[in-house]
């Protein structure tokens, strides 16, 4: 329970610094998802790049970027989340794994406030969609943020002995938005490519979450649940276990 | 209780590593109050920092029976953009505390009034202070660990933190490290010399006081 509270407290607190004292704080990351949704459909309309079977491109993006979304900024923020707020570690009831949970949990809260403007603002534009069963698109989100956890853990405890970590980390998501699905639907890969479906846990999550709101999308069968449990906690494991593991080299003169 | 058990402390420099604490072992009773002293960079804060948990040893380990503070009057875990009263209901969230008597605490001991209102940022230094010695002087615990408390604050701010320091010796316990024997005579009744990664221990704080004098 006392942990409980710990995380709340930290995610308040990171609201107060991440939204700043603007009112319109937190309106700022609800455009940025849109504008990110409506630049690819804008592209993709003017490209005429084909439809998507059984999901109105608006939505199959708003799924994507969101999704996606709470991947790449938990893996960011909680790399950054020890050292960002080891003033914090001061107070002996917040321990450091608490830092990096209270981030993950903001992000996800976020990103989940973001998704439902964005769909309800899609129906009454008239995009229609069903919503079937909330158990893949939640699934997805809960795996990804775990998934994002572990590889944040990993990142942080990296950035102990090289900051580059960092940069490198930022070139790797601009690749990863590319080949996880998230703007374009990678069904159609020719069976030579089948690898980068096969062994992408984040690519498989991004597509199954997209069969809550359709009756015949195909992106669920990609899902190898199996797989993705296993890189899931293996990674988040690794990651506890490298983080505890570093934690005295934290220290600088 | 506090106990330290073989706690080497080591940080790298540009030279190798320079070792700050060299498997130092002690007990920290309840009701006794120890003084830390030592000459700059000895360790002594570093010691402080890890009793409060806020850093961990190289090797060894440190056992908490009771609840520890962190250093008092320390202002580094404020957030700027946040105001006062918010960084201090954030701290009561953390420890469950009822934020309203902790506020009436804070502004009868900082006289901060409206100021608690507006954003840490737009403190001096003496106001960040005041606000930081109230907050964790509202918040009960069995150990208060305490840094230089002598450095900030006008005179009447350093009576009332003296008043304050006298009432809490009655119900918990005091670390604290100064380099005025004054503040050390007054408040201890043991103290701790730091010397070359080593603490020598006395029960008697005029002898330690000489030690520390000499070094």
Same mark, same amino acid.
């Given at each position: ?48 790049? $084909? ?9 199959? +993006? ?14 960011? =923020? ?10 914090? +570690? ?8 608490? !830092? ?9 809260? %976020?990103? !989940? ?10 129906? +009454?534009?008239?995009? %229609? ?59 159609? +890969?020719?069976?030579?490519? =089948? ?23 195909? $992106? $669920? ?24 593991? %570093? ?5 600088? !003169? | 209780? #506090? ?65 520890? *503070? ?8 404020? /957030? ?44 001096? *230094? ?19 660990? #305490? ?13 009332? @933190? ?19 024997? /004054?503040?050390?005579? *007054?408040? @201890? ?27």
């Amino acid at each position: 329970m006392v942990q409980i509270r710990v995380v709340y407290a930290l995610m308040l607190r990171e609201t107060k610094t991440v939204f700043g004292r603007s009112r319109f704080g937190y309106l700022w990351v609800v455009i940025q998802t849109a504008f990110n949704v409506v630049v690819i459909w804008v592209i993709r309309e003017v490209v005429h790049s $084909g439809n998507i079977p059984g999901l109105p491109l608006p939505v199959f +993006l708003i799924c994507g970027f969101t999704v996606w979304r709470i991947f790449s900024e938990t893996v960011t =923020k909680v790399m950054m989340s020890v050292e960002a707020n080891s003033a914090l +570690l001061y107070f002996s009831k917040v321990r450091y794994f608490d !830092l990096a949970l209270a981030r993950a949990l903001l992000i996800t809260a %976020t990103n !989940l406030v973001v998704f439902i403007l964005l769909m309800t603002i899609a129906y +009454l534009l008239g995009y %229609t969609y069903p919503i079937l069963s909330l158990w893949p698109c939640l699934y997805s989100i809960a795996m990804l943020l775990l998934l994002g956890m572990g590889i944040g853990l990993i990142c942080c405890a990296i950035r102990r002995y090289t900051e580059s970590i960092g940069v490198l980390i930022a070139m790797i998501m601009r690749i990863g938005v590319f080949i996880s699905g998230v703007m374009f639907s990678l069904s159609h +890969l020719p069976p030579s490519m =089948k690898f980068m479906i096969d062994w992408n846990p984040i690519l498989q999550l991004v597509e199954y979450s997209r069969t809550s709101f359709s009756y015949s999308y195909s $992106g $669920g069968e990609f899902l190898r649940p199996d797989f993705v449990s296993f890189v899931v906690i293996t990674t988040l494991l690794g990651g506890m276990a490298l983080e505890v593991i %570093t934690r005295t080299k934290t220290d600088k !003169l | 209780m #506090i106990i330290g058990r073989n706690i080497v402390k080591r940080y790298k420099t540009h030279k190798g590593y320079n070792t700050v604490l060299d498997d130092i072992s002690f007990v920290l009773e309840p009701g006794v109050n120890v003084g830390f002293l030592g000459r700059n960079g000895a360790g002594k804060s570093t010691l402080l920092r890890m009793l409060g948990g806020a850093e961990l040893p190289t090797s060894g380990t440190v056992t908490r029976v009771g609840t520890v *503070s962190w250093p008092i009057g320390f202002a580094g875990s404020f /957030q700027g953009s946040m105001t006062g009263f918010e960084n201090l209901r954030f701290v009561c969230r953390v420890y469950a505390v009822d934020y309203r008597e902790v506020m009436d605490f804070v502004l009868e001991f900082s006289d901060l009034g409206d100021y608690l209102y507006m954003p840490v940022s737009s403190y001096s *230094s003496g106001m960040r202070a005041k606000l930081a010695f109230g907050l964790s002087m509202a918040i009960k615990f069995n150990f208060y660990l #305490i840094d230089e408390i002598t450095a900030v604050g006008d005179a009447k701010f350093k009576y009332k @933190c003296k008043y304050e320091f006298s009432k809490m010796k009655k119900y918990a316990t005091l670390i604290i490290v100064s380099h005025n024997p /004054q503040t050390i005579s *007054s408040y @201890c009744d043991r103290v701790f010399v730091f010397d070359k990664g080593k603490i020598v221990k006395f029960d008697d704080v005029d002898k330690g006081l000489e030690l520390y004098e000499s070094l």
